[in-house]
């Protein structure tokens, strides 16, 4: 059990890459809210957890909005007595597709998601770690943020800005014994963003197209993520911060 009673929340956990993090994460004995705005798929999770013998409770809220950010991390201190690690893992993208093209609303949304959820995680959390001596900021960014693609212009700055702004967090936190790391997914055509980040359907000529920029010759699962996050938020990972592992088959390199 290498994350046994810690109290996690893992933001958009209702399904892809959130929900294969809050199945390993409660497999390893942490205990999880499950966050996300689709309350029947949260709560699917939760049972499904639940079933296998893990412990998890659904909590749903806007990672957009600071009143439900807040009332996101209190639930885990009430339920839990305290939170130790934040998984922000809710993200979106717009439609695969030239820069000019995105409409401003796309790209607002854009940054909102990708990136001031991760404020909003910040300013809510960090006052809940330093109560009890620490904490773990996980944040999903993406190897978009590293070898950015074209056609997802918007998207690629929106994780790099993930991926700078936790390595600030990781500097500025450190002396409160929070760690602040990230996880770059390469390609995942399972999650529900598969399509807009193909910029169609997710024919074998598309797939073959980007599974061609992988020297492991595969996409990413959700359980591939998960293990990097059941890592980081392990007390195996005490020393580390301010990394981006790449979860890519060498895309990076």
């Known amino acids: 059990m290498r994350v046994h009673n810690k109290s996690i929340i893992v933001t958009g956990a209702g399904g892809g890459i959130g929900e294969g993090i809050a199945k390993r994460l409660a497999a390893e004995g942490a205990k999880v809210i499950v966050n996300d705005v689709n309350v029947a798929q949260g709560e699917k999770v939760v049972k499904d957890i639940t079933q296998t013998g893990g412990t998890a409770s659904f909590f749903a809220a806007d990672v957009t909005q600071s009143t439900d950010m807040q009332a996101l991390v209190a639930a885990a201190v009430q339920r839990h007595g305290r ?6 893992n809710a993200g979106w993208t717009h439609r695969n597709r030239p820069a000019l093209e995105v409409p401003e609303d796309e790209f607002d949304k854009c940054y909102t998601v990708n990136v001031k959820s991760i404020y909003l995680a910040t300013i809510h959390a960090v006052p809940e770690f330093r109560k009890t001596g620490g904490g773990c900021f996980i944040n999903i960014a993406s190897t978009a943020g590293v070898r950015p693609r074209p056609g997802l212009t918007w998207y690629n700055g929106s994780k790099g800005a993930v991926i700078t702004t936790s390595k600030s967090l990781a500097a500025e936190l450190g002396p409160d014994n929070i760690r602040v ?6 390609f995942n055509p399972t999650t529900g963003l598969g399509a807009d980040f193909a910029g169609g359907a997710l024919t074998e000529e598309r797939l073959a197209k980007f599974r061609a920029t992988i020297p492991l010759g595969r996409f990413s699962t959700a359980l591939d993520v998960a293990n990097a996050a059941l890592y980081l938020a392990s007390d195996e990972a005490a020393f580390i911060s301010g990394v981006c592992l790449e979860v890519d088959g060498a895309r990076c390199v």
């Not at 939170?83 to 922000?88: S, T, Y």
């Not at 790391?181 to 390469?186: D, F, H, S």
């Open 181 to 186: 790391n990230c996880i770059n997914p390469v």
């Open 83 to 88: 939170l130790d690690v934040m998984v922000n």
